[in-house]
């Protein structure tokens, strides 16, 4: 199949040549059908978000370390919602609900993912481009599209939506139970419908891109992790964001057409309501359904890039290859049958929460394996720590301390006690959130110069990379404390509870250390963009990779390649391959054989 | 003004960073624009770092379980919350076990392998005997959480009595709680919010026998040492019935029934009389004494955990546990459904 996608590859190149039509601003850089240009549009519209996101959760950290407090800046940032400068609690349940919303799709499922899946699907399976680049663009501008209304949401009179990320209805049907959910609801469900359309064409179109354009020699077993991972990604995505669709159509039936599909038997503000017969219940299991899967989608590929990274700069073949794959697709597998462990103490039937907790408990073993297998990929490596080798090591760490205290999570009898406090708050933060978005630092420092052919400085990274990661733990780990004292989340203030006032001084804490790391983040933004105007050119093989980008050259053209799509020959992880002698390396005085050198005299065929 | 202000600050402050690094890459042009590439120093430097870190990581883990240890809940006052406790405190020692091995491991190899150009890294691709070791230990010990994770879930979630629990229904709406006691025919009525009308607020049938012993309160008193089996109602949205202190948590789901079941094993006063309570007790006094508020006494609380709207953060309602004889005195002050029509 590979070989046939070549020729047919090869005929479009001399199509592609001979038709050089003059690019303009627009189709160069707004309607660009080229898959870098629109990984750097997915990149940038995912920062613009992030810092939305990340300025929400300072601002509500803010009202949990000094309650009810006036901060001009509140004031100015909220304006009728902080009278004062003191926060209101419907605005503070907006805040929590569109910070989770936008970092959960718009920053690690379309930031991440979307920008890495279209970087370095053509370039590293050897393709010219995405299978359909139209298709390509209109994702991305119908995520745009979805982006702009998500943030026009936060305008409405009544408030964007406040019912928690999860949008249970139905507290997001009744617009007289929280003013929320009111127009800044159905901008939710309006924008998140646009986002699961841009998200499935994506998906279909990373899929099938990988499937039918590799180049040749480049079989299953020698595309580099990253592909793996987007590829499973985008499986999971096709099959579960439907769901999520399904679900947001019906919630959206039952605010505006008076049906009932989660509805029944409600008395609110006074009024009885006429529905009958629905199940509040039904809707947290299409939300799950995807939701569950939806931590992977952002999880994944995060662990792709780090398996990229961590190799590349362990100078060391990735340890257990074929394990990391048959892990990546357990877990995938996985993912589809355990959501119910977010329902335990719904009144779901006990013996469902049985089957649950067994099926999350298993998560635990191919996590374990990854786990093991980056350690070990260390091991005896020549460590060179770049900050996306920073980050990476940071991940595995993350990934290691939140994937822990799933075990107690996942348990369905621990987790009556601290489902919904502030331990899950901790446990998804650090496990998902810190995961992930290291990931995505990791892989914008190892990818800069390849998509911008310049280099981030050096210490900027480094500097970054600390404050983030002690600001980081420094934020979650207390959170476990919180939790365990049964704090409950998403609470305006924790002063109504005397037995929770022993906990200001941890909420202090917190905070403090949640406004230093977002103050931190201001480095990396000036790094980016100081580099993307200024920064030094960059080698094209900056980091001395073995994977196909690394051959295109510095310049962005149409096409990756000027000549022939280059042919593969080995897997991507022959860093540090010693000679036939086993002394010195199989090319001399070079660490690495990239994945176009075919096999030399001077090394062993290995079996990986 | 303040803003223009600040925005400007920033401007400027960013522009000075800009030249700050120009400077810097300037002057490091002997590098032949070579100073982001990482250097044997960089890689001591970093390496060093993440020993350092590590130090600081575990330290800071210790130093917060001995400085915040005591917010932690104290002694389950239930049957069933023991039996989780102590569930939480194994796997809790085991996933405690699992970080304090891999987190040194991970920090201790990123500083001893560092890299440097005198090196080569060994070309070590996989082990079958490493993977399989890795995959079948955490199987083993995940399989011995689950087996007894279930056991204990399935203990707690079909109960079976010797005695007939007590029948208590937690009813739910924006934002307080109400409690119905199933009265003396230990039976709750048939109810809906159909029903609800003036002084019955929970919706109560008034034609049905069952309820006419019904007994709603806004403060629930419970005796010790029998069971009580919970049933949950809501009115508007999803609550949850949040009792921390019994290790229990249901949700109140509007158009259904739910139900939790626990056996109180502690009065409210012999809680208060516990060491570690007093502890607790006399550090939070101290706290709002401080802060010009009321003095503190401990006692249960049933909180809302499900996120249902603007006072979400002050859904609460008093528990309390007492002797039976004290509970048989407190059922004869309450007025029962059909008393209080």
């Known amino acids: ?608 | 003004m303040s803003i223009a202000i600040i925005a400007l600050v920033a401007f400027l402050g960013i522009v000075a960073l800009v030249q700050v690094v120009k400077v810097f890459e300037v002057s490091s042009d002997i590098n032949k624009g070579k100073e982001n590439d990482v250097t044997d120093k960089d890689n001591r430097t970093q390496g060093a770092l993440m020993l350092a870190f590590m130090v600081l990581f575990l330290g800071g883990f210790i130093w917060m379980m001995l400085e915040w240890g005591d917010v932690l809940l104290p002694k389950a006052a239930s049957i069933e919350g023991e039996k989780t406790d102590t569930l939480m405190w194994i796997s809790m020692g085991l996933i405690g076990f699992v970080f304090f091995v891999t987190q040194p491991i991970l920090f201790y190899f990123s500083w001893k392998y560092r890299g440097s150009k005198n090196r080569q890294a060994t070309y070590y691709a996989h082990n079958n005997r490493l993977e399989a070791l890795w995959t079948i230990v955490p199987a083993l010990a995940l399989a011995t959480l689950i087996i007894y994770g279930l056991t204990t879930w399935i203990d707690i979630m079909n109960p079976e009595h010797d005695e007939e629990p007590l029948v208590v229904e937690l009813y739910a709406r924006q934002f307080d709680w109400h409690a119905r006691v199933a009265g003396a025919d230990n039976k709750l009525g048939y109810a809906n919010v159909r029903f609800v009308e003036g002084a019955n607020v929970l919706g109560v049938d008034p034609s049905d026998e069952k309820g006419k012993d019904d007994i709603v309160v806004r403060e629930l008193y419970l005796p010790v040492n029998r069971p009580v089996l919970f049933k949950f109602r809501a009115q508007d949205v999803i609550h949850s019935a949040y009792m921390p202190h019994f290790r229990a948590q249901m949700n109140c789901v509007p158009g259904a029934i739910t139900q939790f079941s626990f056996t109180p094993t502690i009065t409210t006063e012999e809680m208060r009389q516990r060491p570690e309570v007093m502890e607790t007790v006399s550090e939070i006094d101290g706290i709002r004494k401080g802060m010009g508020e009321e003095g503190y006494e401990f006692d249960y609380v049933l909180l809302c955990n499900k996120i249902c709207g603007a006072a979400h953060y002050n859904m609460q309602m008093r528990i309390v546990v007492v002797t039976e004889e004290e509970y048989q005195q407190w059922l004869k002050e309450q007025k029962t459904f059909a008393e209080s029509m």
């Open chain 1, 1 to 608: 199949m590979a070989a046939t996608a070549h020729v047919e590859a090869h005929d479009h190149d001399h199509h592609e040549e001979h038709h050089h039509h003059k690019e303009t601003f627009i189709t160069k850089y707004i309607f660009s059908q080229d898959h870098k240009m629109i990984a750097k549009q997915y990149l940038i519209t995912g920062m613009v978000m992030g810092v939305i996101g990340m300025v929400m959760s300072v601002l509500f950290r803010l009202q949990l370390a000094w309650p009810e407090e006036g901060f001009p800046i509140l004031e100015a940032l909220l304006g009728k919602w902080a009278p004062d400068g003191v926060m209101d609690p419907n605005i503070y349940l907006a805040l929590v609900t569109i910070h989770g919303t936008i970092m959960v799709f718009f920053v690690l499922t379309a930031g991440l993912s979307g920008t890495f899946s279209n970087l370095l699907i053509p370039l590293q399976i050897g393709a010219r481009d995405m299978a359909s680049g139209f298709l390509n663009m209109l994702s991305y501008w119908i995520f745009f599209l979805s982006s702009v209304v998500m943030v026009a949401s936060l305008f409405v009179e009544s408030g964007p939506a406040a019912a928690g990320w999860t949008v249970y209805p139905p507290l997001s049907a009744l617009p007289q139970a929280v003013p929320g959910s009111g127009l800044g609801m159905t901008l939710w469900l309006v924008s998140m419908t646009l986002f699961i359309a841009s998200s499935l064409l994506g998906s279909l179109n990373y899929i099938v891109t990988v499937l039918n354009l590799r180049t040749k020699g480049m079989t299953m077993t020698r595309l580099p992790l990253t592909i793996w991972a987007f590829l499973v990604t985008a499986i999971l995505g096709v099959l579960s964001f439907p769901v999520l669709l399904s679900a947001a159509l019906l919630l959206l039936f039952d605010r505006s057409m008076g049906t009932s599909f989660y509805l029944s038997d409600i008395l609110v503000a006074g009024e009885l309501l006429e529905n009958s017969g629905g199940s509040p219940i039904l809707f947290q299991h299409l939300f799950w359904f995807l939701g569950h899967p939806e931590v992977y989608i952002i999880l994944l590929p995060a662990l792709g890039i780090t398996s990229e990274i961590i190799s590349t700069n362990s100078r060391k073949p990735i340890f257990g290859y074929r394990a990391m794959i048959g892990s990546i697709l357990g877990i995938a597998f996985l993912s589809f049958i355990v959501w119910g462990h977010h329902m335990f103490v719904t009144g779901m039937n006990p013996f469902l929460g049985s089957v649950f907790t067994f099926t999350t408990l298993l998560i635990a073993i191919p996590s374990a394996v990854k786990a093991f297998n980056y350690i070990t990929t260390l091991w005896k490596g020549n460590i060179r720590f770049t900050p996306a080798m920073l980050f990476s090591i940071g991940l595995v760490s993350t990934f290691i301390s939140g994937g822990l205290t799933g075990i107690i999570l996942g348990d369905s009898a621990l987790d009556i006690n601290v489902h919904d406090t502030y331990f899950v708050v901790a446990h998804f933060h650090i496990v998902m959130g810190l995961s992930a978005i290291f990931g995505m630092f990791a892989g914008i420092y190892h990818w800069f110069p390849k998509m911008y052919g310049k280099r981030m400085n050096k210490t900027l990274g480094y500097v970054h990379f600390w404050l983030t990661f002690i600001t980081a733990y420094g934020v979650f780990f207390p959170m476990h404390f919180l939790g365990l004292a049964g704090l409950p989340r998403r609470y305006y203030t924790n002063t109504a509870f005397p037995m929770f006032d022993n906990l200001t001084d941890i909420n202090l804490f917190i905070s403090i250390f949640a406004i230093v790391g977002a103050i931190a983040q201001g480095i990396f933004l000036f790094n980016f963009f100081y580099s993307l105007f200024r920064g030094r050119k960059t080698e094209q093989n900056p980091w001395k990779s073995n994977t196909l980008e690394w051959t295109t050259p510095v310049e962005h053209m149409h096409g990756n390649w000027p000549g022939a799509i280059p042919e593969v020959h080995r897997w991507p992880y022959d860093y540090s391959k010693p000679g036939k002698d086993g002394k010195g390396y199989a090319i001399p005085g070079q660490d690495f054989v990239p994945q176009t050198v075919p096999l030399l005299d001077n090394e062993e065929a290995t079996e990986h």
